[in-house]
Nanobody
Framework: QLRLVESGGGLVQPGGSLRLSCTASPFTLDWYYIGWFRQAPGKEREFVAAITISGARTAYADSVKGRFTISRDNAKNTVYLQMNSLLPEDTAVYYC??????????????????WGQGTQVTVSS
């Protein structure tokens, strides 16, 4: 079973930036489409961004378009989420997930079989 590990979260001021990383074991990521999701306190987990295996296609939730960028380096077995112009409402635990199917922006968290521990992102002054 693919296990994903998220890292890179932290505390940042509004308007700041963070870059999250998602790595995998024991399989390599280049077999999978990868997505980022987040869950804020008291809210349901939601889709953030997704990327195809080659990296040629990406998809974003409307709330992060123009601010977040998903990318991948298959040689490093890592998928990134560059988050710029962060807002307090971006505060959440961020998770990555893999899939053999590219759902695009319609990727439902309910279709994900297993989750990693996530990484906390807190946007606050």
């Amino acid at each position: 079973q693919l296990r994903l590990v998220e890292s890179g979260g932290g505390l940042v001021q509004p308007g700041g930036s963070l870059r999250l990383s998602c790595t995998a074991s024991p399989f390599t990521l280049d077999w999978y489409y990868i997505g980022w999701f987040r869950q804020a306190p008291g809210k349901e987990r939601e889709f953030v961004a997704a990327i195809t295996i080659s990296g040629a296609r990406t998809a974003y939730a409307d709330s992060v378009k123009g601010r977040f960028t998903i990318s991948r380096d298959n040689a490093k077995n890592t998928v990134y989420l560059q988050m710029n112009s962060l807002l307090p409402e971006d505060t959440a635990v961020y998770y990555c997930a893999g899939s053999p199917v590219f759902y695009g922006s319609g990727w439902s968290p309910q279709s994900v079989r297993s989750w990693g521990q996530g990484t906390q992102v807190t946007v606050s002054s």
